[in-house]
């Protein structure tokens, strides 16, 4: 199984983050440990326009959630 920098230094996971990251006009920006570390570094007032969706894969399965 591939293994990948979890984003802190000397630390490797199995399982990349099902985070994503959209730009202010909806277009894809970036995905996993790149998108959880890109939102947490820019200003709360920027980071207000930006679409930052976590931990999203289960509510795909449900049929009761509308995404």
């Known amino acids: 199984m ?3 920098e979890s984003g ?3 630390i ?3 399982k990349i983050p099902t985070t994503i990251l959209l730009t202010p ?3 894809f920006h ?3 440990y790149a998108a959880r570390d890109f939102y947490n ?3 709360e007032t920027e980071a207000s326009q930006w679409m930052y969706f976590d931990r ?3 509510m795909l ?3 009761g959630v509308c995404v």
Do not use: L, T, V
């Open 25 to 27: 006009d909806g277009k």
């Open 30 to 32: 970036s995905f996993g």
């Open 56 to 58: 999203f894969k289960m």
């Open 8 to 10: 802190e230094p000397g």
């Open 2 to 4: 591939r293994r990948h």
């Open 41 to 43: 570094d820019i200003s």
């Open 61 to 63: 399965h449900d049929p």
């Open 12 to 14: 490797f996971d199995q």
